[in-house]
């Protein structure tokens, strides 16, 4: 079986080359000269390169796991001493439809494969055999598809993945990838609990109960809604909940919020949240998020219970 190089030692590429390794598949990690990250990377038993060396350009597979944004950079460095027709696997496809990495370096195969999955869950659903997804677009792909397809599928199975993986397109994954970030999974869920925690101890309600209510209760139910589905999980729950959940429904999706929520992925589409992206400091944003929470009433109350039970 071809080895597989991963390029950046972030918490998706610890994942991938902690499952990879655990399911006996050949990988190995690519960091720069004195890279932090080497001693992390070596404690577990992985093997190593420098990238830029005459020994990492040696494989044919290699998945670029650093940042996106970094992705262009990295390639107008690196891209022209891959081997011609090098498989580079990327994890989403912001970076490849932003850019135009295929149409850049032509020489290489740029395959995106993407688990439906943040790096940690990705690692813990692996070590529980739970249940993983992801998608693959081999639109750019020039070699024969059936070797490669067979690498994949050996590969998808030593990651983990046992829902798919699901054929689909570039454009396709960017452009879901996102619109599930802004509308729901990194928005609507996070800020929607704070806000409701607050309310409810601004009423007097214990801070612990709170937090179980609006936060930890979280994992569980969507557990429940992904284990049994959208209609089996209306037919779970309590009528309380039922009830509830219809009159919520109608008081929070008005018009309003269906057309704000559709903006989001026009927004997308038309490449304006491009712009956004390329106009912020990703680092300034993340400190100002990181303090806002760290100051959150539910940020506390975590603290304070993670503290208690450790």
Same mark, same amino acid.
């Given at each position: 079986?071809?080895?597989?190089?991963?390029?950046?030692?972030?918490?998706?590429?610890?994942?991938?080359?902690?499952?990879?390794?655990?399911?006996?598949?050949?990988?190995?990690?690519?960091?720069?000269?004195?890279?932090?990250?080497?001693?992390?990377?070596? $404690?577990?038993?992985?093997?190593?390169?420098?990238?830029?060396?005459?020994?990492?350009?040696?494989?044919?597979?290699?998945?670029?796991?650093?940042?996106?944004?970094?992705?262009?950079?990295?390639?107008?460095?690196?891209?022209?001493?891959?081997?011609?027709?090098? %498989?580079?696997?990327?994890?989403?496809?912001?970076?490849?439809?932003?850019?135009?990495?295929?149409?850049?370096?032509? @020489?290489?195969?740029?395959?995106?494969?993407?688990?439906?999955? %943040?790096?940690?869950?990705?690692?813990?659903?692996?070590?529980?055999?739970?249940?993983?997804?992801?998608?693959?677009? %081999?639109?750019?792909?020039?070699? =024969?598809?059936?070797?490669?397809?067979?690498?994949?599928?050996?590969?998808?199975?030593?990651?983990?993945? !046992?829902?798919?993986?699901?054929?689909?397109?570039?454009? !396709?994954?960017?452009?879901?990838?996102?619109? $599930?970030?802004?509308?729901?999974?990194?928005?609507?869920?996070?800020?929607?609990?704070?806000?409701?925690?607050?309310?409810?101890?601004?009423?007097?309600?214990?801070?612990?109960?709170?937090?179980? =209510?609006?936060?930890? =209760?979280?994992?569980?139910?969507?557990?429940?809604?992904?284990?049994?589905?959208?209609?089996?999980?209306? #037919?779970?729950?309590?009528?309380?909940?039922?009830?509830?959940?219809?009159?919520?429904?109608?008081?929070?999706?008005?018009? =309003?919020?269906?057309?704000?929520?559709?903006?989001?992925?026009? #927004?997308?589409?038309?490449? @304006?949240?491009?712009?956004?992206? #390329? #106009?912020?400091?990703?680092?300034?944003?993340?400190?100002?998020?990181?303090?806002?929470?760290?100051?959150?009433?539910?940020?506390?109350?975590?603290?304070?219970?993670?503290?208690?039970? $450790?």
């Amino acid at each position: 079986m071809m080895r597989l190089t991963i390029i950046g030692f972030g918490n998706q590429a610890r994942a991938w080359a902690q499952n990879l390794k655990d399911s006996r598949f050949p990988v190995r990690i690519a960091l720069r000269g004195k890279s932090a990250s080497y001693n992390q990377a070596t $404690s577990l038993g992985l093997d190593t390169v420098e990238i830029g060396s005459e020994e990492f350009y040696q494989d044919q597979y290699f998945a670029v796991l650093i940042p996106d944004q970094f992705h262009a950079n990295f390639l107008q460095q690196h891209g022209h001493q891959f081997k011609s027709g090098s %498989i580079i696997l990327y994890a989403h496809g912001y970076s490849l439809l932003k850019n135009h990495l295929a149409s850049l370096y032509p @020489s290489l195969n740029h395959v995106l494969f993407a688990p439906k999955s %943040i790096g940690t869950e990705l690692r813990s659903q692996y070590l529980v055999k739970g249940k993983l997804g992801a998608v693959f677009s %081999i639109e750019n792909l020039k070699q =024969e598809e059936e070797t490669f397809l067979k690498w994949m599928e050996s590969f998808s199975k030593a990651l983990g993945i !046992n829902l798919g993986p699901y054929k689909t397109s570039i454009k !396709n994954e960017t452009e879901a990838d996102l619109y $599930s970030e802004q509308g729901l999974l990194c928005s609507l869920i996070p800020y929607a609990a704070s806000e409701m925690f607050r309310d409810l101890t601004d009423k007097g309600i214990e801070p612990e109960l709170a937090y179980f =209510e609006c936060w930890h =209760e979280l994992k569980l139910i969507v557990n429940a809604m992904v284990d049994v589905g959208p209609k089996a999980f209306f #037919d779970l729950i309590s009528p309380n909940a039922l009830i509830g959940s219809e009159k919520g429904y109608h008081k929070l999706f008005t018009k =309003e919020f269906q057309a704000n929520l559709k903006s989001l992925l026009t #927004d997308i589409q038309n490449q @304006s949240f491009d712009k956004e992206i #390329d #106009d912020t400091n990703v680092e300034n944003l993340r400190s100002k998020i990181m303090l806002r929470w760290e100051k959150s009433p539910l940020q506390k109350t975590f603290e304070k219970i993670q503290q208690e039970n $450790s």
